[in-house]
């Protein structure tokens, strides 16, 4: 037993060994509920979708030019083959820290030497967990295939929040949540003089494709046929 906590704990496996405590008191977290396996918080993503089709996103994932939301986000890069992030850093600690184990038992002596024979493994141990960590993810991608976030046309029929002092014709800003809960800033319009300020809420009713934003009218939510005492349509 000493002398396994001596290796474990010996430069440079000291390095995994830490990295490997916080994995394991990730995935702790996870299965308690208090983190998800892509890494975020319980929160709502908040993302920003602009005008002209080339949107941009916060949070969960990027907007393409069709606006809709890869939900993949950076977990998706090309050599993590498409898993989430923590699940192929977890698997980089994990074989990491065998490898420098074994080699920390094996080849790393004592002493000043000790050092720089330690960084060597260091570096080489980093080099071939990142070769065998994207080895061993390419299996796993079917387990994760890419979500696609909500689109703008599922956005129309649901409620907004405006944000910008007055909407217009060619002008305004609302914030709508989908039936995920991300939060996505858009493009508003409205044919006539309605009294749209900032923080009233209105109904996007229509999507402008050409120009790509939302007919918008004012919403009471008191002559909603849908609602009923305590009702919230959509």
């Given amino acids: 037993m000493g002398a396994f906590i001596a290796a474990a704990t010996g430069f440079p496996t000291v390095v995994f060994t830490a990295a490997l405590v916080v994995v394991v008191l990730y995935w702790l977290l996870v299965a308690l509920g208090a983190a998800d396996a892509h890494g975020h918080a319980h929160a709502h993503a908040h993302v920003h979708i602009h005008v002209r089709g080339h949107g941009h996103a916060n949070g969960r994932g990027q907007a393409n030019g069709r606006g809709q939301v890869n939900g993949r986000g950076p977990a998706g890069s090309q050599w993590l083959g498409g898993v989430p992030v923590t699940l192929a850093f977890s698997l980089f600690v994990a074989v990491g820290w065998l490898i420098s184990f074994c080699a920390n038992a094996l080849f790393v002596p004592s002493g000043p030497a000790g050092l720089l024979v330690g960084a ?115």
Wanted: contains cysteine; glycine residues 12%.
């Fill in 120 to 234: 060597i493994v260091l570096i080489a141990t980093a080099y071939a967990s990142w070769s065998a960590t994207k080895l061993l993810v390419r299996p796993l991608h079917p387990l994760f295939p890419d979500e696609q976030g909500p689109s703008r046309l599922d956005f129309v029929g649901l409620t907004c929040t405006i944000r910008t002092g007055r909407v217009d014709a060619g002008f305004g800003q609302a914030e709508v949540r989908a039936a995920d809960g991300s939060a996505a800033t858009v493009q508003v319009r409205q044919t006539g003089n309605d009294a749209l300020a900032s923080g009233s809420t209105g109904l996007l009713y229509a999507y402008d494709e050409p120009g790509e934003f939302f007919w918008v009218a004012p919403y009471d939510s008191a002559l909603d046929p849908r609602t009923g005492p305590g009702g919230n349509p959509g």
